[in-house]
């Protein structure tokens, strides 16, 4: 089996005809493709780098958004911090004054009862006082009537007054009924 010549070519041998052939396929394949794909792969090409260059635009804005909501974060936290240190520091300052206050008003009331203790001994007092001074009153008049009821001498006078002492709890008891 013999090939032909034009087939039997050498893949070392130069032939100018099948460069020629080579060029001219080469330029009209270029040509057609500048003419039908070319402009549709640049445009696929710069919408690409469009929608990667926004796709980094819009990631630049997000992390910058991102950042200023982190510091709002902190400063919320911190302004958070702040007031709970606030209002621990008032609440404590209104406990001490509610102690305070209680303290003051507990001191009050216990002196109040002090003062009304003392005003309700010297009341009592003031009537025990009364209340012997009338019994002495009373007492003095009774020695009084014993001794102008009977005429006495002075052996007489003091077994009277010495019986009369004998019978003081007795009558003090009667006059307390």
Do not use: Y
């Not at 005809?17 to 696929?44: E, N």
């Not at 635009?57 to 911090?81: C, P, T, Y």
């Not at 102690?99 to 002090?114: G, I, N, V």
């Amino acid at each position: 089996m013999s090939m032909s010549p034009l087939f039997a070519t050498d893949l070392t041998t130069i032939q100018p005809g099948l460069i020629f052939w080579t060029i001219v396929t080469f330029v009209l394949v270029a040509l057609v493709l500048r003419a039908k794909a070319w402009k549709p792969i640049l445009q696929v090409v710069e919408e690409r780098e469009k929608a990667i260059h926004n796709a980094i635009e819009s990631a630049k804005r997000e992390r910058a958004e991102a950042e200023k909501l982190l510091d709002a974060q902190k400063h919320a936290i911190n302004e958070a911090r702040r007031e709970a240190a606030d209002m621990m520091r008032k609440n404590t300052a209104d406990m001490e004054k509610f102690r305070d206050e209680l303290m003051a008003k507990s001191r009050k009331e216990a002196d109040d009862l002090k003062a009304d203790a003392a005003r309700a001994i010297a009341d009592e007092k003031s009537k025990a006082i009364a209340q012997v001074k009338a019994e002495a009153v009373g007492l003095a008049l009774l020695v009084a009537e014993k001794l102008l009821s009977e005429r006495l001498d002075d052996e007489r006078h003091r077994k009277l007054a010495e019986q009369f002492i004998a019978d003081l709890p007795a009558q003090a008891a009667r006059a307390q009924q």
